[in-house]
T-cell receptor
Framework: AQSVSQHNHHVILSEAASLELGCNYSYGGTVNLFWYVQYPGQHLQLLLKYFSGDPLVKGIKGFEAEFIKSKFSFNLRKPSVQWSDTAEYFCAVNVNTGGFKTIFGAGTRLFVKA | EAGVAQSPRYKIIEKRQSVAFWCNPISGHATLYWYQQILGQGPKLLIQFQNNGVVDDSQLPKDRFSAERLKGVDSTLKIQPAKLEDSAVYLC????????????FGQGTRLTVV
C-alpha cells in the first residue's frame, strides 16, 4: 500500500536557524508531491508542489523542496526560519491507483523560538 | 474567491448517537474529498467524489459512515452510530480535478464522542 513517512514529529528551532523536514513515500509509479502547512487555528493550505520538471521547487514564504526520485524523497527546506513559521507541516503524495488520490504523512509540528 | 465551507465547526455527541457534517466546495471544483484527522496523525482519506460519483471509498467504514454528493456540489458525511474512536477533525477539501492540482481545505469539523 502507498504510504508517506515524515521523519520528525516535533521540531524546535530558534529563529534564523535552518530547517529541513524529511518526507519519504512508497509508490513506484508517477507521483505528484505537495507540502501543506497548517498555522495555529487555520486550515490546511498549500506551501509548494511538484508535478514535473526541475526537481527543486520553490514555494511561498521562502520554502523550497527537492524531489529525489531515487530516494523516494521530497524534503522541505528553509534557510532561516522565523517565529511565524510555527505550524504543522504535512507532506502529501498524489498517486494514480485507478483514480488519483492524495495520501498524507502524519505531519511535523514545528515550533520556532523567538 | 470563497473557500471551502464546512459546518458545524464543533460537535459533541454521545456514543451511539448519529451526526452529520456538511461541506460546500469551491465553485467549479469537480473533486471533493472527506478526510478524517485523528489527533497526532495526518489526514486520512475517507471518500473521494468526482462530480457526484464515488472515486474511492476504500477507507470509509461503511457499516457506520455514509456520504453523498447530490448534484455534484454540496456533500454530507454521516456517522451512525458514533463510536468513541470517531473523535477527530473531519476535513472537507475540493480541487478542480483529481490529478495534478492542489486541494483546498475547509476549516474542518471537530467531533468529540463521549
Amino acid at each position: 500500500a502507498q504510504s508517506v513517512s515524515q521523519h520528525n514529529h516535533h521540531v524546535i528551532l530558534s529563529e534564523a536557524a535552518s530547517l529541513e523536514l524529511g518526507c519519504n513515500y512508497s509508490y513506484g509509479g508517477t507521483v505528484n508531491l505537495f507540502w501543506y502547512v497548517q498555522y495555529p487555528g487555520q486550515h490546511l493550505q498549500l506551501l509548494l508542489k511538484y508535478f514535473s520538471g526541475d526537481p527543486l521547487v520553490k514555494g511561498i514564504k521562502g520554502f523550497e523542496a527537492e524531489f529525489i526520485k531515487s530516494k523516494f524523497s521530497f524534503n522541505l527546506r528553509k534557510p532561516s526560519v522565523q517565529w511565524s513559521d510555527t505550524a504543522e507541516y504535512f507532506c502529501a503524495v498524489n498517486v494514480n491507483t485507478g483514480g488519483f488520490k492524495t495520501i498524507f504523512g502524519a505531519g511535523t509540528r514545528l515550533f520556532v523560538k523567538a | 474567491e470563497a473557500g471551502v465551507a464546512q459546518s458545524p465547526r464543533y460537535k459533541i455527541i454521545e456514543k451511539r448517537q448519529s451526526v452529520a457534517f456538511w461541506c460546500n466546495p469551491i465553485s467549479g471544483h469537480a473533486t471533493l474529498y472527506w478526510y478524517q484527522q485523528i489527533l497526532g496523525q495526518g489526514p486520512k482519506l475517507l471518500i473521494q467524489f468526482q462530480n457526484n460519483g464515488v472515486v474511492d471509498d476504500s477507507q470509509l467504514p461503511k457499516d457506520r459512515f455514509s456520504a453523498e454528493r447530490l448534484k455534484g456540489v454540496d456533500s454530507t458525511l454521516k456517522i451512525q452510530p458514533a463510536k468513541l474512536e470517531d473523535s477527530a477533525v473531519y476535513l472537507c477539501a475540493s480541487s478542480f480535478q483529481d490529478r495534478v492540482t492542489e486541494a483546498f481545505f475547509g476549516q474542518g469539523t471537530r467531533l468529540t464522542v463521549v
